[in-house]
């Protein structure tokens, strides 16, 4: 599966296997459950955090993964976006420090 990243003026893809995906599902998973009790999203709390703002976290963990050229973690968020917005095709992460404004198209 391919993701487009908007990042800025900046575009990249990413192709994650459908392998790593299926691989990561118990990791995906463990990351689902801590997140069932809240997470952190820029400066704002979530108690019940839902599939986007999930996916916004997981974002701005991409966007950090790219930054520090790691790519595992690239490819492990891409791969948890994908695998929860199956029918995505692009992200727009915001860089002004407000995940919340994070668009997947």
Not at 78 to 86: E, N, Q, V
Request: charged letters at 25%; glycine letters at 4%.
């Amino acid at each position: 599966m391919r993701l487009h990243i908007i990042i800025d003026e900046y575009t990249m893809q990413i192709e994650v296997d459908d392998a790593l995906i299926a691989a990561s599902r118990e990791r995906f998973a463990r990351l689902d459950h801590n997140m069932d009790q809240g997470l952190k999203l820029g400066h704002q709390w979530i108690e019940n955090p839902d599939t986007e703002q999930r996916c916004q976290s997981a974002a701005d963990k991409l966007l950090s993964a790219i930054e520090t050229h790691n790519e595992s973690l690239a490819l492990l968020s891409a791969g948890y976006i994908l695998s929860r917005y199956p029918d995505i095709s692009c992200v727009r992460i915001d860089t002004s420090g407000e995940p919340a404004n994070t668009r997947f198209e």
